[in-house]
């Protein structure tokens, strides 16, 4: 083959198409076996040819490294110089390409001829065989003298066996082309799995299509059986199912059908899996599933050139057969379609005669008066009404002035015709709807209609537009307004600002509210809850105003299929407001709902929104509605649910949430519980089996934070029993609210939580609930409880079991004690005195025994060491502030404390009452009148336990009341004999150096201390010093820095340094702990240089010296903190500012610093790891 003037790459199109293709193939069949056969002598592209200059291939004597990235166009351009008169055959190419290893350059002329359109099938079978990129020896000929050595660049990865694993661009003769390599692998890989997909698509719509067209055949012949659904099946069927009732306004339904299939898309049909365009919906298979013809894939064609010679006999009669049988089936079909022709044209007939006996009809009605037929002898027009429009053509156009249908003439005057109802409205716009022809004055000329139609043109008006057409046209009644409004409100809200769209709330419901098309409605009360975007709640309250008119208006049925689908679409919306709205709105529309919707799916809807919403004013609002519908519910089978909603609103983290569970929902489901006889025997027992539960899952450490909540729950309870109670009493006939009835007693109740804890408001007025309390007293302190059951069961069953509780709560739990007591104390300010004096306070002293004859006996009565104590003192005696309350107040706690201290018994429960009062001002004399009692008391124990129980009651008490009465009382225990009662008051000389500020008084109390610690009689009292030391770490950080300078560092130094010739051990290593928590605690606080030099550090030091021999783990503190204090003191003049910091909080830091960096080093190189670092904890 000579040196071609043809470049053999030329494939465009400008050539001659048929031609250039007849060539190919002969070139194709000639070579058909270059692969297999190896060069010939005179094959221009044999290896022998590769040295000449007019080869077509680049020559292996380039020093480039590879020629493998050589561009189509650089090859295209080299071969026509070489090859200018030659037309070669693209297999040729192709296959000299691969045989020579140009992989890239092959596959770029693959893709290339793909593009055209023309494949090639060597390089498709090249590229599509991945054994081919397997190789494991050998180099391209152009890497040959560079010494790429076996193995060559085209080593697969072991992991991949597609072009992905090559790497080309080491042999690339521009290193920057490797991106536009490898995105042109990835786009031929990319086509190449879009074809598969779309075979596969093709393959399985056809094995549904004859999968289906089987199962029609098994059909025919055997029309009782059925086979199970396949998948495909099921999925279009769930598509068009899910396509039906969308059009058809089930929205609940759809979206429920949707949440049993989530594994399919209902947003688009080719997620069905079928190459087929989508079928019709099921109205149309259903319309059609009769008419259908047989299809034409059914029928045979006869006459296909086979001769009936040829034909066995029993082959022609079935075909005879099978012939006849369908004919005789579409002529079936066709009269049954010319029957339902009939029918309908019949119906139609009669449809027709119906309006024409209505033409007439108007036509008599419509017909002018005598009067205006003088001034109209021969009116031209028909008086019949047009045909009426989709919106019943209750307009009035005024387009007839410019556009007239029939142009106006000199007897005939453009009139306008209002179009008469077929039925006279009762309400006052009926005159309008009434009124007959509207006659204008005409002027007398002589004008042609088409030169006034001219002349009334140049009145600018368009009816062209939309609304155009709507201002075209007005409405003269009710539903052509509504329908008007329900067509131009969509095109107004957007342009509305957001801070004035309240505003179109009244035009939005009434237009909802009248409009006569479903999808209208459904439409606008969806603009109104998207009305805006964020509703403050002015807002809000403007639409849940709206809804309830509306659905005052409309009944429950619309308001359960129009309004209830709008709040389940925002149930889940991304802003709060908008669910709160929702929350809102279930509560607001409660009573308007039927009542199985109340109590089945908004229940739930609110249910699922207080379990799952992240918003605490959102849960808020839901506990709200949860109240209403609990004050309209009358399903008993859901008060179950409504007391499992009521414990999870407890244990709510929000306060708010907790808040309005109390206010709202607790008063309307005591309410509802009541009416259903639960209240004294489900509700409040269930509560009480709770709280002993939790009391026996909690020896070793109780929830709080339950027993609050179920406690709170109870105390929320009280007033509902009480109306229960005085509204069941055996004096409700006598009641007779006729004459003066005195008004009830401010401060007779505790004050309520909300309004629907007020009795008042339960029981209906104060009226009724002064009357019956004056019956209630006089039937307590006259006439007993016989036959009164509800209170009975309050006496001989709640009080009893509340008591035994009270017993077994830990008396050292301040919460519990004050809830307790709150509890009691609520109870008996709303069952009133009487019943506090004659049914409550004498179970307590039953249990509490504390009469004189009993005090040596009751060493062993551990009541008095429970928490009945400080909850009957605290939550019953204080109930009532007379005379004759408060002396049994000091009474009770004046035996409580000398039976406890003659007994040797624990002193908690009298701490707990100590503590407890103590928070209330008002008690403050009423306890020290208890103290002065134990202080002049002739036992040395009561005395101590007076002493320590001063401790407790001096926090926020007033400076004048300590210096006049408690310091004196101090001082006079001092002066006693006893050593122990001495001891007992350093910790209430600590208190009053750690709150007073009057210096007198501090005088006189470190002066005591002093005498403590310098008289020699007290040298020897290891218990006096290990008070003083306890007491001087726990004021010292906390009292006057005068105080603790001059006083508290330097006897701390010296009672260090006393401690080291300590010969007994015990007593050694007693005062050596109290003295290491002292220095701890003391440590926080600033030090002068001369103190930390004259006291602070030699008292560490000494400390650090009985350390070294008792716990050498403490040692090694006190040796760091003697360094950082030296440090300090070495540092102190070079910054004032840091000799305020303090060592503690420098020990804090080094110890935060060390572990951070033991931290960091425990980090490998990963930066995914050291991110995670500084990741905040979930």
Known sequence: MAAGNVNPFNLSDSEDEADQRAEDDVHIEKNSSVGTQGPSSNNPFSPQADAEPPALLVSSTRTSPSVEGISVSVAAAAMTVALAETRVSVDVIAAQLIRDHYILTALEFHTELLESGRELPRLRDYFSNPGNFERQTGTPPACKDQGLGPGGPLN???????????????????????????????????????????????????????????????????????????????????????????????????????????????????????????????????????????????????????????????????????????????????????????????????????????????????????????????????????????????????????????????????????????????????????????????????????????????????????????????????ESVMLMLGRCLPHIVPNVLLAKREELIPLILCTACLHPEPKERDQLLHILFNLIKRPDDEQRQMILTGCVAFARHVGPTRVEAELLPQCWEQINHKYPERRLLVAEACGALAPYLPKEIRSSLVLSMLQQMLAEDKADMVREAVVKSLAIIMGYIDDPDKYSQGFELMLLSLGDPSERVVSAIHQVFIPAFAAWTTELGNLQTTLIPSLLARIEKLLKQGEHGLDEHKLHMFLSALQSLIPPLFSVVIQNAPFTHRVNLQGDIPPIEVTRFPRPASPLQDIATIVGSRETLSALLILYDYQLEHEGTTGWDSLLWVVNQLLPQLIDIVGRINVASTTCVHEFSRFFWRLCRTFGKIFTNTKVKPQFQEILRLSEENVDALTGNGILTKATVPIYATGVLTCYNQDEDRKLLVGFLEDVMTTLSLSHAPLDSLKASFVELGANPVYHELLLTVLWYGVVHTSALVRCTAARMFELILRGMSEALIDRRVAPALITLCSGPEFSVRISTIPAFGTIMETVTQKELLERVKMQLASFLEDPQYQDQHSLHMEIIRTFGRVGPNAEPRFRDEFVLPHLHKLALGNNVQATESKRIDIATQLFEAYSALSCCFISEELMVNHFLPGLRCLRTDMEQLSPEHEVILSSMIKEGEIKVENRGIGQAEGSVSIAASLVGEDAKTKFLSKMGQLTTSGAMLANVFQRKK
């Open 156 to 478: 697969r990865a072991g992991s991949i066996s597609t072009l992905d694993s090559l790497d080309f661009a080491r042999y690339s003769d521009d290193g920057n082309r490797e991106s536009d390599e490898r995105v042109a692998v990835l786009e031929f890989e990319l086509r190449k799995a879009k074809e598969t997909i779309q075979a596969l698509r093709t393959n399985l719509t056809q094995a549904a299509e004859s999968d289906t067209q089987e199962r029609n055949k098994n059909y025919s012949s055997h029309p009782e059986t059925q086979e199970p659904i396949r998948p495909l099946e099921k999925r279009a069927l769930n598509f068009l199912v899910n396509e039906y009732l969308l059009k058809n306004e089930y929205k609940l339904s759809a979206i429920t059908f949707s949440d049993e299939n989530d594994d399919q898309d209902f947003e688009l049909w080719d997620d069905v899996g079928l190459n087929i365009p989508k079928p019709p919906d099921l109205l149309q298979i259903y319309r059609n599933c009769g008419s259908s013809l047989p299809s034409p894939r059914n029928t045979v064609d006869v006459a296909v050139g086979v001769e009936s010679g040829e034909l066995t006999g029993n082959y022609i009669t079935q075909k005879s057969d099978l012939l006849q049988q369908q004919q005789t089936e579409v002529v079936e079909e066709l009269e049954y379609q010319i029957s339902l022709l009939n029918e309908e044209k019949q119906s139609l007939a009669d449809y027709i005669k119906k309006l024409q006996s209505e033409i007439q009809s108007l036509r008599r009605t419509v017909s002018p008066t005598p009067h205006d037929q003088g001034l109209q002898p021969n009116p031209p027009f028909s008086s019949t009404p047009p045909q009426p429009p989709l919106d019943n053509g209750q307009y009035l156009d005024v387009r007839g002035a410019s556009e007239p249908d029939n142009p106006p003439t000199e007897s005939n005057p453009p009139t306008q015709t209002i179009s008469n109802p077929t039925h006279i409205s009762s309400q006052p716009h009926a005159k309008l709807k009434s009124r007959g022809t509207v006659v204008f004055d005409q002027p007398n000329r002589k004008l042609s209609p088409a030169f006034q139609q001219a002349l009334l043109s140049f009145c600018k008006m368009s009816a062209d537009s939309r609304l155009g057409a709507e201002v075209s046209r007005i409405a003269d009644n009710e």
